[in-house]
């Protein structure tokens, strides 16, 4: 197996273990991640940041919703 072919399979197997963990990225966003992570950036600030990124995209949506409902 080179060496593309074995991050192809690792990127399969996160994506596989993140879908079971309900943590919901996209095969795209996996590959970011990783690549940010050989470039030297924390796992765990990244795992933060995505944290509070879906805490903001809730609070987004929940106040979106409720404009909507308003308007109607």
Do not use: W
């Not at 996209?26 to 509070?52: A, F, M, R």
């Not at 990124?53 to 949506?61: A, V």
Request: glycine share 2%.
């Amino acid at each position: 197996m080179n060496d593309k072919e074995a991050k192809k399979e690792a990127i399969e197997i996160i994506y596989e273990i993140s879908n079971i963990l309900n943590v919901n990225l996209d095969k795209e966003t996996i590959v970011i991640l990783v690549q940010l992570c050989e470039y030297g950036v924390s796992p765990k600030i990244l795992s933060h940041i995505i944290i509070q990124l879906k805490k903001e995209r809730e609070k987004f949506l929940e106040n979106l919703n409720s404009k909507n409902n308003i308007s109607k």
